[in-house]
């Protein structure tokens, strides 16, 4: 009997990449999975393994900048699921995210069996209302959920981030693998430093006799050329994200704030120095799967607060970072030495 299943993950590119280890799990269990993004994270949908086919709508209740509710985009979106013939939807979402909205427009489209992370009391929407304790990684949040459901990852799976392969040849851009990438850039500005922190970052690693990479966005043009500067070469809005992912894989490390990147350079095996603002706790966000070196005030004013906008004058917790801590922890990631995470002022 063929079982289509719909995975559901609405938001940005890093939250769809964490959700790799789950989508592949319910792939070795039924004969299509079909990802349900936003269109903030199609790109990263596309390159996940076992996902045969991606599905955009943008979810009023997630997007940042979510569009009016109407009842005939609520309509002409049932009736898209409707037509698909979905056996079996998973709903991944953040902590303080509800799954029960699309539970709904789910069962409108007449999916039969729906399952989540809840907290909340999901009535009839629900046939699996899932409760995780502590405060596990996001990538084993959206895991267990599957393993729930009774979806585990197939025999040789590690369980770490991937993506499809073959990656792009990118080469001709980036010359020989063993350079450092810089990515300054986050969704919002409480998550990553200053341009002139990243610039003197940018150009302590050149100092320090290490070939730079910036990398960014096209919307990014303007910070990358001025973190780049006379030290690096300016990548920004050079590439897909799929040229990205074999940038940060020919990479000897990443240098990254709380960002999709940091993400998809776990993703292909890259080690991580993640310049990490608290505003989310690190224990869920941070680059999952490979060596990390966490740097940044976790203890700093913003903890916890999931601001967009740094509440703290002068952005202690990434500011504080200097350059050559930078270079150092770089440095033993690069050599093959553990990652470290801190966690202290």
């Known amino acids: 009997m063929t079982r289509r299943?719909?995975?559901?993950?609405?938001?940005?590119?890093?939250?769809?990449?964490?959700?790799?280890?789950?989508?592949?799990?319910?792939?070795?269990?039924?004969?299509?999975?079909?990802?349900?993004?936003?269109?903030?994270?199609?790109?990263?949908?596309e390159l996940l393994p076992g996902v045969d086919q991606v599905l955009t709508w943008c979810a009023p209740w997630i997007d940042l900048?979510?569009?009016?509710?109407?009842?005939?985009?609520?309509?002409?979106?049932?009736?898209?699921?409707?037509?698909?013939?979905?056996?079996?939807?998973l709903i991944l979402t953040s902590f303080h995210q509800s799954p029960l909205p699309l539970a709904?427009?789910?069962?409108?489209?007449?999916?039969?069996?729906?399952?989540?992370?809840?907290d909340?009391?999901?009535?009839?929407?629900?046939?699996?209302?899932?409760?995780?304790?502590?405060?596990?990684?996001?990538?084993?949040?959206?895991?267990?959920?599957?393993?729930?459901?009774?979806?585990?990852?197939p025999p040789g799976d590690n369980g770490k981030l991937a993506v499809r392969q073959p990656l792009p040849d990118v080469s001709g851009v980036t010359g020989e693998p063993g350079y450092v990438v810089v990515h300054p850039a986050a969704s919002v500005p409480a998550r990553q430093a200053s341009a002139a922190r990243s610039?003197?970052?940018?150009?302590?690693?050149?100092?320090?006799?290490?070939?730079?990479?910036?990398?960014?966005?096209?919307?990014?043009?303007?910070?990358?050329?001025?973190?780049?500067?006379?030290?690096?070469?300016?990548?920004?809005?050079?590439?897909?994200?799929?040229?990205?992912?074999?940038?940060?894989?020919g990479a000897s490390v990443v240098v990254a704030p709380n960002t999709g990147p940091a993400h998809l350079a776990?993703?292909?095996?890259?080690?991580?120095?993640?310049?990490?603002?608290p505003v989310v706790p690190a224990a869920r966000w941070a680059p999952y799967g490979v060596p990390v070196a966490l740097l940044g005030?976790?203890?700093?004013?913003?903890?916890?607060?999931?601001?967009?906008?740094c509440p703290v004058p002068g952005h202690p917790c990434l500011e504080s970072i200097t350059p050559e801590e930078v270079v150092v922890v770089a440095e033993e990631l690069s050599a093959g030495r553990p990652g470290r995470l801190r966690t202290g002022v």
């Open 199 to 249: 610039a003197a970052i940018v150009a302590a690693l050149a100092r320090a006799g290490h070939r730079v990479l910036v990398t960014g966005a096209p919307a990014d043009r303007s910070l990358t050329a001025a973190v780049a500067g006379d030290y690096a070469v300016d990548l920004g809005g050079a590439t897909t994200l799929p040229e990205l992912a074999a940038v940060l894989r």
């Open 266 to 277: 776990a993703a292909v095996g890259t080690p991580v120095v993640s310049l990490f603002a």
């Open 120 to 153: 909340d009391y999901p009535g009839s929407l629900l046939d699996l209302r899932h409760r995780v304790d502590g405060d596990p990684p996001e990538a084993e949040r959206a895991l267990s959920l599957a393993e729930a459901a009774g979806f585990r990852l």
């Open 5 to 45: 299943a719909l995975v559901a993950r609405l938001d940005n590119v890093g939250d769809v990449l964490l959700a790799g280890p789950c989508v592949r799990a319910v792939a070795a269990h039924v004969d299509s999975v079909t990802l349900l993004a936003g269109p903030r994270g199609r790109a990263g949908a």
């Open 104 to 118: 709904l427009l789910l069962r409108m489209a007449g999916v039969p069996w729906i399952g989540a992370i809840s």
């Open 297 to 309: 005030d976790q203890l700093a004013g913003c903890r916890g607060t999931r601001a967009r906008e």
């Open 65 to 89: 900048e979510p569009p009016p509710v109407t009842s005939a985009s609520v309509a002409a979106f049932v009736e898209e699921i409707r037509a698909r013939e979905i056996d079996l939807a």
